[in-house]
């Protein structure tokens, strides 16, 4: 006999199915299943599984004809991204491999603290200094309670020297908010009888009243550009049903958000300033709470609706912007677990409301309080240690960090992110105890303690980072007094024995409320000649290089609204406030940001368009060209073809 | 799609991307829809997929079917997202064991089980691991042939086969132990 035994032929049945069957094998197996009345059983069980699995999947999934269109707008615009940072990796591969990424690193390295600060701009160093420093700068407003409970807005320098009463009134002064640029300070008063929003300068000067409306104007907040200032405004008491207003930064133009008095509260600006984020808990029978966007728009504001119908109990806690349009909300419920529930959801300002009803994307639902969330992380509680989890990307090994290993006591604990983003300072308290402060990256890597453990020293709540990064300020009670005391962080990572500088002795029980002076944003340097700009564009140019990668903390469209649209979107009215501004294009990529950028101020003061030469749809694309206004309003193109061997594709 | 579409894709033309997606969007889809066995999920992977694969363009061999690239790295995206979704849920059932919580841990298949017809045939593929349903679903619903799946999966054929095998003798068994 010619043929296959039955074990052969049940290893032939097997391949066959896999089409893995050879002609000859195929004719032996026929054969063999002819005169084997159990093999055929065999393939005869093995066809109807074959069958029905092959039914069943169609009858599951054929149904479901494609993704639906957002995934081809999403990858839209998020493709041109991932083109650009090819090139320039690319780039850096024929520029020399890691000699040259590291070079570029340590040079950027340079310049990163301008661009991160997504809350206040950061103070730059200029090129041409040529001291090194760290030195704190700008000024510091905070509150502090005077001996008959008074309060009192006051600013000091960085190093805790020119301590200034800046209201000298009897009546409550607080909420000390400095306007993006730095020059004003905005608070609340109840000077007149009821509490309402004033301003003024840096220096306390040039006094002025927003609001006048009987009840309470408070908890305000100035969009990134400083044109406006969303606020609250009650009838009653600073507690009672409230509307959510929106005024000039004048004070003119009062608008309300809100069709009538709710229990409404401000969130957030989007960081292009085109859209805030309030919510609503108006449901008289539990917390039903909504999530609202307001669209502002030129003088008005349009509420865009309601985007997340809450189920009762839930609240937003904190509004991460992901990009102008997205942002991501930590947001708990407390009716659903005794402890409880919170997520990690996401949001769109754009597109159609009902949208949001049913699918808005739960990214996270923890059992445990979410205290922060950074790009790609957020971090939570395990027991007593603390853990860093991812809530998009790739998931990475954690380690709880177990902060009590010190304590023989309950540990409280606090954690503020730095303006990088990548970065949070946490202070870990023994409860009437020791406290140590540490560093740490964002994905809970690096925990760096920050000098050495101090005692009988309690932190409060808010510590202030400097827009730069490099200072915090932190308020420390010896349960008498409260001082403001100052921790450089770099100082203190190097040096395990040193402690904060005491920066205030002003003997009192409550300072409170600390900001840190923004620093006039700038992008670039001051210059003064065409061959300055050069020098500042090239270096701009490299910025722009590391911020597309992908993993660095400021995506394109973060940088370029968040950072570019707030401040170019308007006409540059001043030369003298405008340094440098640089203008990269990567394949049209920031086009959509920079719409203002059509018009320059030129010589004589009048606003004219841009050179069409300058436009960034044709002659830039595929290349990088700068733009670069040279502070006397005149605007230089630096781009040109780029330089040879950066980007190969430009070089003819 | 021929080598002057990816071309253009890879040199960042809009339309030849747009093109890319439709022509393989559905496939892609329905490939992380399979694996992943949840329409949002599905969505999601399929975006990531091609951002993926936009990313990766400039390494895609020329001696390489794109179709079959691209869904290797679908697979590899809905793999991680497999991953991610069962460290998800550990991590919720330390939580919840931790607290004593009566808590429901998330099925992102409970919301699909309602319209499955044979559902001791679903029961039987879900008890099946990754390692032996993704191979499953790639023969029995997108009909690909072996080579193209050890392709796919970065693996010989012949652990295809033995993989498919054992997962077809699994479900065999199973459905053998069920009374119907």
Same mark, same amino acid.
């Given at each position: 006999?010619?043929?296959?035994?039955?074990?052969?032929?049940?290893?032939?049945?097997?391949?066959?199915?896999?089409?893995?069957?050879?002609?000859?094998?195929?004719?032996?197996?026929?054969?063999?299943?002819?005169?084997?009345?159990?093999?055929?059983?065999?393939?005869?069980?093995?066809?109807?599984?074959?069958?029905?699995?092959?039914?069943?999947?169609?009858?599951?999934?054929?149904?479901?004809?494609?993704?639906?269109?957002?995934?081809?707008?999403?990858?839209?615009?998020?493709?041109?991204?991932?083109?650009?940072?090819?090139?320039?990796?690319?780039?850096?591969?024929?520029?020399?491999?890691?000699?040259? /990424?590291?070079?570029?690193?340590?040079? /950027?390295?340079?310049?990163?603290?301008?661009?991160?600060?997504?809350?206040?701009?950061?103070?730059?160093?200029?090129?041409?200094?040529?001291?090194?420093?760290?030195?704190?700068?700008?000024?510091?407003?905070?509150?502090?309670?005077?001996?008959?409970?008074?309060?009192?807005?006051?600013?000091?320098?960085?190093?805790?020297?020119?301590?200034?009463?800046?209201?000298?009134?009897?009546?409550?002064?607080?909420?000390?908010?400095?306007?993006?640029?730095?020059?004003?300070?905005?608070?609340?008063?109840?000077?007149?009888?009821?509490?309402?929003?004033?301003?003024?300068?840096?220096?306390?000067?040039?006094?002025?009243?927003?609001?006048?409306? !009987?009840?309470?104007?408070?908890?305000?907040?100035?969009?990134?550009?400083?044109?406006?200032?969303?606020?609250?405004?009650?009838?009653?008491?600073?507690?009672?049903?409230?509307?959510?207003?929106?005024?000039?930064?004048?004070?003119?133009?009062?608008?309300?958000?809100?069709?009538?008095?709710?229990?409404?509260?401000?969130?957030?600006?989007?960081?292009?300033?085109?859209?805030?984020?309030?919510?609503?808990?108006?449901?008289?029978?539990?917390?039903?709470?909504?999530?609202?966007?307001?669209?502002?728009?030129?003088?008005?504001?349009?509420?865009?609706?309601?985007?997340?119908?809450?189920?009762?109990?839930?609240?937003?806690?904190?509004?991460?912007?992901?990009?102008?349009?997205?942002?991501?909300?930590?947001?708990?419920?407390?009716?659903?677990?005794?402890?409880?529930?919170?997520?990690?959801?996401?949001?769109?300002?754009?597109?159609?409301?009902?949208?949001?009803?049913?699918?808005?994307?739960?990214?996270?639902?923890?059992?445990?309080?979410?205290?922060?969330?950074?790009?790609?992380?957020?971090?939570?509680?395990?027991?007593?240690?603390?853990?860093?989890?991812?809530?998009?990307?790739?998931?990475?090994?954690?380690?709880?960090?177990?902060?009590?290993?010190?304590?023989?006591?309950?540990?409280?604990?606090?954690?503020?992110?730095?303006?990088?983003?990548?970065?949070?300072?946490?202070?870990?308290?023994?409860?009437?105890?020791?406290?140590?402060?540490?560093?740490?990256?964002?994905?809970?890597?690096?925990?760096?303690?920050?000098?050495?453990?101090?005692?009988?020293?309690?932190?409060?709540?808010?510590?202030?980072?400097?827009?730069?990064?490099?200072?915090?300020?932190?308020?420390?009670?010896?349960?008498?007094?409260?001082?403001?005391?100052?921790?450089?962080?770099?100082?203190?990572?190097?040096?395990?024995?040193?402690?904060?500088?005491?920066?205030?002795?002003?003997?009192?029980?409550?300072?409170?409320?600390?900001?840190?002076?923004?620093?006039?944003?700038?992008?670039?340097?001051?210059?003064?000649?065409?061959?300055?700009?050069?020098?500042?564009?090239?270096?701009?140019?490299?910025?722009?290089?590391?911020?597309?990668?992908?993993?660095?903390?400021?995506?394109?469209?973060?940088?370029?609204?968040?950072?570019?649209?707030?401040?170019?979107?308007?006409?540059?009215?001043?030369?003298?406030?405008?340094?440098?501004?640089?203008?990269?294009?990567?394949?049209?990529?920031?086009?959509?940001?920079?719409?203002?950028?059509?018009?320059?101020?030129?010589?004589?003061?009048?606003?004219?368009?841009?050179?069409?030469?300058?436009?960034?749809?044709?002659?830039?694309?595929?290349?990088?060209?700068?733009?670069?206004?040279?502070?006397?309003?005149?605007?230089?193109?630096?781009?040109?073809?780029?330089?040879?061997?950066?980007?190969?594709?430009?070089?003819? | 799609?021929?080598?002057?579409?990816?071309?253009?894709?890879?040199?960042?033309?809009?339309?030849?991307?747009?093109?890319?997606?439709?022509?393989?969007?559905?496939?892609?889809?329905?490939?992380?829809?399979?694996?992943?066995?949840?329409?949002?999920?599905?969505?999601?992977?399929?975006?990531?997929?091609?951002?993926?694969?936009?990313?990766?363009?400039?390494?895609?061999?020329?001696?390489?079917?794109?179709?079959?690239?691209?869904?290797?790295?679908?697979?590899?995206?809905?793999?991680?997202?497999?991953?991610?979704?069962?460290?998800?849920?550990?991590?919720?059932?330390?939580?919840?064991?931790?607290?004593?919580?009566?808590?429901?841990?998330?099925?992102?298949?409970?919301?699909?089980?309602?319209?499955?017809?044979?559902?001791?045939?679903?029961?039987?593929?879900?008890?099946?691991?990754?390692?032996?349903?993704?191979?499953?679903?790639?023969?029995?619903?997108?009909?690909?042939?072996?080579?193209?799946?050890?392709?796919?999966?970065?693996?010989?054929?012949?652990?295809?086969?033995? !993989?498919?095998?054992?997962?077809?003798?699994?479900?065999?068994?199973?459905?053998?132990?069920?009374?119907?």
């Amino acid at each position: 006999m010619t043929g296959i035994n039955h074990k052969q032929a049940q290893r032939y049945l097997r391949a066959a199915a896999d089409g893995l069957l050879r002609e000859n094998q195929r004719a032996l197996l026929d054969a063999h299943l002819r005169e084997c009345d159990s093999c055929r059983a065999a393939a005869d069980e093995l066809n109807a599984l074959e069958a029905r699995l092959k039914k069943s999947f169609q009858a599951k999934w054929d149904a479901n004809d494609g993704p639906s269109k957002d995934v081809m707008s999403i990858i839209h615009t998020r493709s041109r991204r991932i083109i650009m940072t090819n090139r320039i990796k690319t780039t850096l591969k024929t520029a020399g491999g890691i000699a040259a /990424l590291l070079l570029l690193i340590v040079f /950027l390295n340079s310049l990163l603290g301008r661009f991160r600060s997504s809350a206040a701009p950061a103070a730059a160093t200029q090129t041409n200094e040529t001291t090194q420093s760290t030195q704190a700068e700008g000024l510091i407003a905070f509150v502090s309670k005077q001996d008959n409970g008074n309060r009192e807005i006051f600013t000091m320098q960085a190093d805790g020297s020119e301590l200034t009463n800046l209201t000298n009134n009897p009546a409550t002064d607080e909420s000390p908010a400095w306007s993006p640029d730095g020059t004003r300070i905005a608070f609340t008063s109840d000077r007149s009888g009821d509490m309402d929003i004033y301003v003024m300068n840096a220096d306390g000067s040039n006094l002025s009243r927003l609001t006048d409306d !009987r009840g309470y104007e408070d908890h305000f907040s100035w969009s990134p550009d400083g044109t406006k200032i969303v606020y609250s405004s009650s009838e009653t008491s600073f507690l009672g049903d409230s509307n959510i207003m929106i005024m000039n930064a004048d004070g003119s133009n009062k608008t309300p958000l809100t069709p009538q008095p709710g229990k409404y509260s401000f969130l957030s600006w989007s960081p292009d300033g085109q859209h805030i984020v309030f919510q609503s808990s108006d449901n008289g029978e539990g917390i039903a709470t909504h999530l609202f966007v307001a669209n502002i728009n030129g003088g008005g504001a349009v509420i865009d609706g309601l985007f997340f119908e809450g189920d009762t109990g839930r609240q937003h806690q904190q509004v991460y912007w992901e990009t102008p349009n997205q942002f991501v909300t930590i947001n708990s419920n407390f009716e659903q677990t005794p402890w409880g529930k919170w997520n990690i959801t996401r949001f769109f300002t754009d597109g159609d409301n009902n949208r949001y009803n049913d699918s808005n994307p739960i990214l996270i639902t923890s059992e445990m309080p979410i205290f922060a969330i950074f790009e790609n992380t957020y971090v939570t509680l395990q027991e007593d240690s603390l853990v860093w989890l991812a809530y998009q990307g790739a998931p990475f090994p954690y380690s709880p960090w177990k902060m009590d290993s010190a304590c023989k006591t309950k540990v409280i604990f606090d954690l503020q992110k730095a303006p990088d983003g990548r970065h949070a300072f946490v202070s870990v308290n023994c409860e009437g105890g020791s406290t140590s402060l540490y560093l740490v990256n964002s994905d809970g890597s690096e925990i760096k303690q920050l000098g050495a453990t101090m005692d009988n020293a309690t932190p409060l709540p808010f510590p202030a980072w400097s827009p730069d990064g490099k200072q915090l300020l932190l308020a420390l009670s010896d349960q008498r007094k409260v001082e403001y005391y100052r921790v450089d962080v770099e100082e203190l990572l190097d040096d395990p024995s040193a402690k904060p500088i005491q920066l205030t002795t002003t003997g009192s029980t409550y300072n409170y409320g600390a900001v840190w002076q923004p620093q006039p944003f700038r992008f670039g340097v001051p210059v003064e000649s065409k061959e300055q700009a050069l020098i500042a564009a090239q270096s701009g140019l490299k910025a722009a290089y590391k911020y597309a990668e992908p993993l660095t903390v400021i995506t394109a469209e973060q940088l370029s609204y968040g950072e570019y649209a707030k401040r170019i979107n308007q006409p540059l009215n001043s030369p003298s406030d405008l340094k440098v501004w640089f203008i990269v294009y990567f394949n049209n990529e920031w086009q959509s940001a920079l719409p203002a950028l059509s018009t320059y101020i030129n010589d004589q003061g009048q606003v004219v368009p841009f050179p069409t030469e300058m436009s960034p749809v044709s002659q830039f694309r595929g290349c990088v060209y700068m733009a670069v206004n040279a502070g006397d309003g005149s605007v230089i193109e630096v781009g040109g073809p780029l330089p040879k061997g950066i980007m190969p594709e430009c070089d003819n | 799609m021929d080598s002057y579409w990816l071309e253009e894709c890879r040199e960042g033309d809009s339309l030849a991307i747009e093109k890319m997606v439709h022509t393989y969007q559905r496939d892609v889809y329905r490939l992380a829809l399979s694996i992943l066995d949840n329409p949002d999920e599905a969505e999601d992977g399929t975006q990531e997929t091609f951002l993926a694969a936009l990313r990766a363009l400039s390494s895609f061999r020329e001696d390489a079917v794109f179709k079959t690239w691209l869904f290797s790295i679908a697979i590899n995206v809905c793999r991680s997202r497999l991953q991610r979704r069962k460290t998800r849920g550990r991590l919720q059932q330390i939580l919840q064991s931790l607290f004593h919580l009566r808590g429901e841990i998330e099925h992102p298949e409970a919301a699909t089980m309602q319209n499955e017809t044979d559902a001791e045939l679903w029961s039987a593929i879900r008890s099946l691991d990754e390692k032996h349903r993704i191979p499953l679903v790639l023969r029995y619903y997108h009909d690909l042939p072996i080579a193209d799946i050890a392709a796919m999966l970065n693996i010989p054929p012949g652990t295809v086969h033995s !993989r498919l095998n054992h997962a077809r003798e699994k479900l065999r068994a199973l459905l053998k132990e069920e009374p119907r």
